[in-house]
């Protein structure tokens, strides 16, 4: 069960690390989407209107405060219009998964104006979602360099180091970015992140904590704190962080398939073998939860059910530890 455990952690942290310009559905995010939409067309008038609604909703919305005033600084003629729709049009075609069209028009604000705070930390918001740390590292501090009070940045630039691995300078950068703005949900979280990388779990489950208090339906954060309580072996306690992350998003894969994870350690099997399923439903090519599901059936005696999830997940490319084909060989006295 522990090294099940473990891809849990893994698959989640990931996903958080990808987020990037990625608006949700709520009326703020919802704000910042239309405010995104009309500076990309240089209608940027309705746009300030919708970047000032979010803050409204969410006054700690960081995002919603830099897109805000750069709305203000092109309305203010202090930087140029063209370069500010080439930096919304990338942001709006990140917001859409387009990575590769989204750098285009980053480089094409930074062109233009090489002193764009805001086109750097959005460059390496794109390097992110590509995986491709160092220049997200490079961008970020460009744009620190440029504004050192630019919490975003030093937010983006801790995640960076998180995905190298590098936990001591993502706890830094991630500090750095709740000195400058107390109620920056999103940094708690980071922060969270880096101890858990670290191996502090008290201190991970500290700032996933405040995180919540600061932003309570950040469903993505009562998933992480679920995954630092199943290292510790509290079962009861991630199951109902995942279940709450569950509430807020029913269609959060990885909580489903997380808390599966959870069960399997109270060995409820059944409970985990239904929440496998949930998160398969949701995603089909949810290889490691065909794996972890395998696994279930395995411990229910359910040899058949198991090696259909063995082959699913072959089939999408997981590799299925050679221990556990052993096992189940065994037990069902199949080859395969």
């Not at 360099?145 to 937010?155: M, Q, T």
């Amino acid at each position: 069960m522990k090294a099940l455990r473990k891809i849990g952690v893994l698959a989640v942290t990931i996903l958080f690390l990808m987020v990037g310009l990625s608006f949700g559905q709520g009326a703020a995010e919802q704000s910042v989407t239309k405010g995104v939409e009309y500076a990309a067309q240089g209608k940027f008038k309705e746009a300030k209107e919708e970047f000032g609604k979010a803050l409204k909703v969410d006054p700690s919305d960081e995002l919603a405060k830099r897109f805000l005033k750069v709305i203000e600084d092109v309305i203010d003629r202090k930087i140029e219009s063209e370069a500010v729709i080439h930096l919304f049009s990338g942001a709006a075609y990140d917001s859409k998964g387009k990575t590769d069209e989204a750098i285009g028009e980053y480089n094409k604000a930074i062109e233009l104006n090489p002193r764009f705070a805001e086109a750097y930390n959005n460059r390496a918001l794109a390097y992110l979602q590509k995986g491709q740390y160092d220049q997200a590292i490079s961008d970020s501090t460009k744009a620190i360099e440029l504004n050192p009070r630019f919490a975003l940045a030093y937010n983006n630039r801790g995640i960076a180091y998180q995905g190298k691995g590098q936990h001591d300078q993502a706890v830094s950068d991630s500090t750095k970015a709740i000195e400058l703005n107390p109620r920056f949900a999103p940094a708690y979280n980071n922060r969270g992140l880096a101890y858990q990388g670290k191996g502090q779990c008290d201190r991970a489950i500290s700032d996933f904590t405040k995180a919540i208090e600061i932003d309570p339906r950040f469903a993505l954060v009562y998933n992480n704190r679920g995954i630092t309580y199943l290292g510790k072996g509290q079962y009861d306690q991630a199951i109902s962080d995942y279940t709450k992350a569950i509430q807020i998003n029913p269609r959060f894969a990885l909580a489903y398939y997380n808390r599966g994870i959870a069960y399997q350690g109270k060995g409820q099997y059944d409970r985990a073998i239904s929440d496998y399923t949930k998160a398969i439903q949701i995603n089909p090519r949810f290889a490691k939860a065909y794996y972890n599901r395998a696994v279930a059936c395995y411990y229910k005696g359910e040899y058949d059910k198991a090696w259909e999830d063995v082959h699913k997940a072959e089939s999408l490319g997981y590799l299925v530890h050679p221990r556990f084909l052993q096992v189940l060989r065994e037990a069902s006295g199949r080859e395969r």
